[in-house]
T-cell receptor, first 111, second 116 residues
Framework: GQQLNQSPQSMFIQEGEDVSMNCTSSSIFNTWLWYKQDPGEGPVLLIALYKAGELTSNGRLTAQFGITRKDSFLNISASIPSDVGIYFCAAHTGTASKLTFGTGTRLQVTL | GAGVSQSPSNKVTEKGKDVELRCDPISGHTALYWYRQRLGQGLEFLIYFQGNSAPDKSGLPSDRFSAERTGESVSTLTIQRTQQEDSAVYLC??????????????FGNGTRLTVT
């Protein structure tokens, strides 16, 4: 089946540092999404991307839909303690009925 | 309600027993999804309901798993003869299906299933 390879799997960073994570696939997707999951809760949508090459920001978060439509990245600038959590990429072909999720990047911030 | 509601929040069951998990989607949301999340893993698609269309069951791991949805309301996920490998968090999500799918997927907090 379709797979999304997300990296890194986990990262420890200092408060105030910038963070970058990415998601790649061997398949083409028409929609890329980034979610954040806090402990004991369901994932919450952060950013949605609908067009190849699209660059979208949401506060300190910036995400891009790769030109090849096979990848996406998420950047977090000036990280703060509440950024801790698991970040998932997800993608959709537009013709299928389900979202495929990546394996997640666990972010931990040290003071 | 304001969000997707799942019950129970936690379920411990003995191997071999059947369990039923419930999801109340956001009112007016026509699409409903079930995902499974094993400890430390990503989300694994199980099944998708969209309005009156036939559900996409392609993610159900075995015939022990089944799900139903009544109209555009409550859904139940049933696991028969549970196995220890079924232990996971089962997440339900709903969305309004507009021209682009799914523009926003709203997740519940999940049911944590433990099979002993």
């Amino acid at each position: 089946g379709q797979q999304l390879n997300q990296s890194p799997q986990s990262m420890f960073i200092q408060e105030g540092e910038d963070v970058s994570m990415n998601c790649t696939s061997s398949s083409i997707f028409n929609t890329w999404l980034w979610y954040k999951q806090d402990p004991g809760e369901g994932p919450v949508l952060l950013i949605a991307l609908y067009k190849a090459g699209e660059l979208t920001s949401n506060g300190r978060l910036t995400a891009q839909f790769g030109i090849t439509r096979k990848d996406s990245f998420l950047n977090i600038s000036a990280s703060i303690p509440s950024d801790v959590g698991i970040y998932f990429c997800a993608a959709h072909t537009g013709t299928a009925s389900k979202l495929t999720f990546g394996t997640g990047t666990r972010l931990q911030v040290t003071l | 309600g304001a969000g997707v509601s799942q019950s129970p929040s936690n379920k411990v069951t003995e191997k071999g027993k059947d369990v039923e998990l419930r999801c109340d989607p956001i009112s007016g949301h026509t699409a409903l999804y079930w995902y499974r999340q094993r400890l430390g893993q990503g989300l694994e698609f199980l099944i998708y309901f969209q309005g009156n269309s036939a559900p996409d069951k392609s993610g159900l791991p075995s015939d022990r798993f089944s799900a139903e949805r009544t109209g555009e309301s409550v859904s139940t996920l049933t696991i028969q003869r549970t196995q220890q490998e079924d232990s996971a968090v089962y997440l339900c999500a709903s969305s309004q299906r507009g021209g682009q799918v799914p523009r926003t997927l709203h997740f519940g907090n999940g049911t944590r299933l433990t099979v002993t």
